[in-house]
C-alpha cells in the first residue's frame, strides 16, 4: 500500500498558500507572481489538482468537486474583500487548470503502471 500523506501534506499546504496568495492585496504579491492572471490560476490549479488526486486517489469525484467550489470560493472572498476584484473567468481558468492537472496525473500514473 503507498503511503500517500507526503501528498496529502503537500496538498494542503498548497491549498493555505493559494489561499494565502488570493486573498493578499495585490500589490504585496512577489514579482514572481506577476505574470498573466490566467496563467497563475490555471498553474495553480494544476499542481492542486496533481498533488490532491495523487494524494486522495480514492476520492477523485471529492477531490474535483472540492476544488471547482473552492475556486467560486477564491473569487466571493475576492470579491468580498474590498482590495481584490472576482472574476468568474478566473473561475475559468481554475478549472481548465484543474483539467490539465488531472489528465497530467492520469497520464503519467497510466504510463507508469504499463
Partial sequence: MTDNRPWRAAFWALVLATLWLSLMPAERLPPAFHFWDKAQHALGFAALAWFGLAGYARQT????????????????????????????????????????????????TANHMR
Wanted: glycine share 12%; with cysteine; net charge neutral.
Fill in 61 to 108: 469525484r471529492r477531490v474535483v468537486l472540492g476544488l471547482v467550489m473552492f475556486g467560486i470560493a477564491i473569487e466571493v472572498m475576492q470579491h468580498l474583500s474590498g482590495w481584490r476584484h472576482g472574476d468568474w473567468l478566473d473561475w475559468v481558468a481554475d478549472c481548465a487548470g484543474l483539467l490539465i492537472g488531472y489528465a497530467a496525473l492520469r497520464a503519467v
